[in-house]
């Protein structure tokens, strides 16, 4: 649901857009930090905010790091 919003951003076209591991922070909503496989060998870390469920809004991305592999750890950011 973020892709788009992505691709904006890092000013980018992705052919690949899979998820591979994520973990979750809870907050106001949750924020979800995600590795993404955006081509064969290159990854993205993204991090996006879904609002409670009350507030009507889909999840926004809230940041990214490019430049990332596969082995890379998924971290807080």
Do not use: W
Not at 30 to 39: L, N, P, S
Not at 43 to 58: A, D, R
């Amino acid at each position: 649901q973020v892709k788009s919003q992505f691709e904006s951003r890092a000013n980018t076209n992705c052919h690949v857009f899979t998820a591979i591991e994520y973990r979750t922070q809870v907050v106001a909503g949750i924020m979800y930090f995600i590795k993404v496989q955006v081509a064969n060998d290159d990854y993205v870390h993204l991090k996006v905010f879904q609002s409670l469920p009350h507030e009507n809004q889909g999840p926004s991305l809230a940041a990214f790091q490019t430049g990332k592999t596969r082995d890379d750890p998924l971290t807080y950011f």
